[in-house]
T-cell receptor, first 117, second 115 residues
Framework: AQKITQTQPGMFVQEKEAVTLDCTYD???????LFWYKQPSSGEMIFLIY??????QNATEGRYSLNFQKARKSANLVISASQLGDSAMYFC??????????????FGGGTRVLVKP | KAGVTQTPRYLIKTRGQQVTLSCSPI?????VSWYQQTPGQGLQFLFE???????NKGNFPGRFSGRQFSNSRSEMNVSTLELGDSALYLC??????????????FGAGTRLSVL
């Protein structure tokens, strides 16, 4: 079974509008971390936001917020007020186990976002 | 503060050769991980080094190996290259040790083409 599933291979969004990128995960470990990364065409992966499995509040970082629904095992990324520079591939990733166990990330297949002016 | 530096950025090799990729982590980061990205398989974890020891390993053949030096710099080696090894190889570093310490920051990658 896929550990991280991103069901939207690609999407268009109008500049200045909000967009939600879906991510569902599968793990039996009670301790895990969820990450979102952005990969522009240049190739570098840019960290956007992190949510720990024990965090009570949804994570927010500027225009990025994570809609964490633990019971549904979903961790959707919301980008508010989209900008042209937001056009990129977006990856959801998971680290299973406690932080001390290390940093192995499992990635989803990604969602390509294209922001239209 | 300098980011993660990977060298070289581009490499062209032929089948059967070997290759070494280098990664310099962010200053103060002790964990270095390597990932392979291909159009077909996506992003896959290769291995992680922490304090010069391999801490985690992905499902790759023994042709893929790595090491970490005392200054946390890491190298990845692929021996007997195959066409399927053509990929973008990404290195990531993390401070490691606590809740927000395990966020991995990535380099720009090394694009390897095997002919």
């Amino acid at each position: 079974a896929q550990k991280i599933t991103q069901t939207q291979p690609g999407m268009f969004v109008q500049e200045k509008e909000a967009v939600t990128l879906d991510c569902t995960y599968d793990t039996s470990d009670p301790s895990y971390g969820l990450f979102w990364y952005k990969q522009p065409s240049s190739g570098e992966m840019i960290f956007l936001i992190y949510q720990g499995s024990y965090d009570q509040q949804n994570a927010t970082e500027g225009r990025y917020s994570l809609n964490f629904q633990k019971a549904r095992k979903s961790a959707n990324l919301v980008i508010s007020a989209s900008q042209l520079g937001d056009s990129a591939m977006y990856f959801c990733a998971m680290r299973e186990g406690r932080e001390a166990a290390g940093n192995k990330l499992t990635f989803g297949g990604g969602t390509r976002v294209l922001v239209k002016p | 503060k300098a980011g993660v530096t990977q060298t070289p950025r581009y490499l062209i090799k032929t089948r059967g050769q070997q290759v070494t990729l280098s990664c310099s982590p962010i200053s103060g980061h002790r964990s270095v991980s390597w990932y392979q990205q291909t159009p077909g398989q996506g992003l896959q974890f290769l291995f992680e080094y922490f304090s010069e020891t391999q801490r985690n390993k992905g499902n790759f053949p023994g042709r893929f190996s790595g090491r970490q030096f005392s200054n946390s710099r890491s190298e990845m080696n692929v021996s007997t290259l195959e066409l399927g090894d053509s990929a973008l190889y990404l290195c990531a570093s993390a401070r490691s040790g606590g809740r927000m310490q395990n966020i991995q920051y990535f380099g720009a990658g090394t694009r390897l083409s095997v002919l």
